[in-house]
């Protein structure tokens, strides 16, 4: 039988490529067994390993992206005998050597800049990993490229990523402190990155600033809601000085999620209760290489605002997307693109000016588009043959038998 290790976040971080994890881990079990995969953490595991549920989970290493010891983890998990290292992550900080060495490795990468960047093409010409575009933008870039990547989109439980007007009995603006009689415009993203700000909160606070001068009587006064880090603890900005210089009032203007549930993260079905309380997500980012809340939103019946770019365009089916001007990522030489202000407050206007029927179709047209990314459909269309493909590319591998014993 087939042995795969899955080199990413921990299933249990709460993260999208820890929930993307979790997803897969269970389908991988079912289909080979426990006994036959394994997690190596990126994040969310340290200090020694640990089973669960029959499955090996082998922690990070003191490096920031623990490649030093993922072929070692994997190797030790496969036991002299070949098997399928799956990577979902960035792959250009994955530079050490033995990687080269692993049989097959097999990579679902985000490329969320265009071209792709040098560093990424470096990581596959490098180690000879077989990529697995996670959009379309991406498959058709890496192809460009002149690699030849397999496509498997992120995906989602629509079983529990449906809407969720209640938690436990209880209103689902009620259980986040949302009051009732707001206009909520959602931001859900990782504050990560100052130059750039990838998420485009900057931009996306502004937008919202100015939009809210415009509609001073509005029934349902406008609120940001941002289930994000406030302060910069990964690596990222202080929305909080970004709000004060948009003029806005944290409290008022800008609510934020508790700090202390963004260190105990939501479970999906809390995610979805969060999401279904929104009147629209806003997540015009300068590029994703998926960007799962855009599918997560629609798959409650929230329309989308996202940017013209990367993967979001294919992703937005009940929403808006915001043309921009290109931005030059130095770090990975590459354009990113910075969305227009403007455009976000126009997207926000048409949103919030529709009709109850508007608003109806639009939830019913962004759950239909949802549904395409079930995770048990993706599995079968996309994972599946991936897996037959992988497979055929292990060495054979005949075990030693010992001779017959001769008589004496």
Request: glycine residues 8%; aromatic residues 10%.
């Amino acid at each position: 039988m087939t042995k795969v290790a899955w080199f990413s976040n921990s299933p249990w971080a709460g993260t999208g490529y820890g929930t993307q994890s979790a997803l897969m881990l269970d389908r991988l079990v079912a289909h080979y067994g426990a006994g036959n995969v394994a997690c190596l953490s990126n994040y969310g595991l340290s200090g020694g390993p640990l089973r669960l549920n029959g499955v090996q989970h082998y922690p990070t290493s003191n490096q920031g992206y623990s490649d030093d010891v993922a072929c070692a983890h994997a190797n030790h998990f496969f036991g002299g005998e070949p098997g399928i290292l799956f990577t979902l992550f960035d792959v250009w900080p994955l530079t050490h050597p033995s990687l080269a060495e692993q049989p097959v490795v097999a990579s679902w990468v985000p490329i969320d800049h265009a071209p792709v960047p040098p560093l990424v093409l470096d990581y596959f010409r490098r180690t000879g990993a077989v990529p697995i575009a996670m959009s379309k933008f991406g498959e058709g870039w890496l192809r460009r490229c002149g690699l030849d990547p397999l496509y498997a989109p992120h995906a989602i439980d629509r079983k529990v990523m449906r809407p969720t007007p209640l938690v436990n009995g209880t209103p689902s603006r009620s259980a986040f402190g949302i009051p009732e009689d707001r206009y909520v415009v959602g931001m859900v993203s990782a504050n990560k990155g100052v130059l750039p700000n990838r998420k485009s909160f900057p931009e996306s606070f502004r937008a919202f600033a100015t939009f809210l001068d415009t509609c001073p009587d509005a029934e349902r006064k406008p609120l940001l809601y941002v289930h994000a880090e406030q302060t910069p603890s990964y690596g990222g900005i202080d929305l909080r000085l970004v709000a004060k210089a948009c003029g806005l009032k944290v409290g008022e203007d800008v609510q934020f999620t508790d700090p202390y549930v963004m260190r105990m993260p939501l479970q999906a079905s809390g995610m979805a209760a969060l999401i279904s309380s929104f009147d629209v997500l806003l997540q015009p980012s300068m590029g994703e290489g998926f960007g799962i809340p855009a599918i997560e939103a629609q798959a409650c019946g929230v329309p989308v605002i996202g940017s013209d770019f990367s993967a979001q365009p294919e992703l937005i089916e009940a929403g808006w997307v915001v043309q921009g001007e290109p931005f030059l990522d130095l770090a990975q030489q590459a354009w990113l693109v910075t969305p227009s202000v403007a455009g976000i407050v126009t997207a926000l206007d048409e949103c919030m000016k529709r009709s109850p029927d508007q608003v109806a179709e639009d939830s019913a047209k962004a759950q239909a588009h949802a549904d395409g990314y079930d995770a048990d459909l993706v599995w079968r269309e996309c994972w599946l043959p991936i897996l037959d493909n992988l497979e055929a590319r292990l060495p054979s591998f005949a075990p030693i038998v010992a001779p017959p014993a001769v008589a004496a």
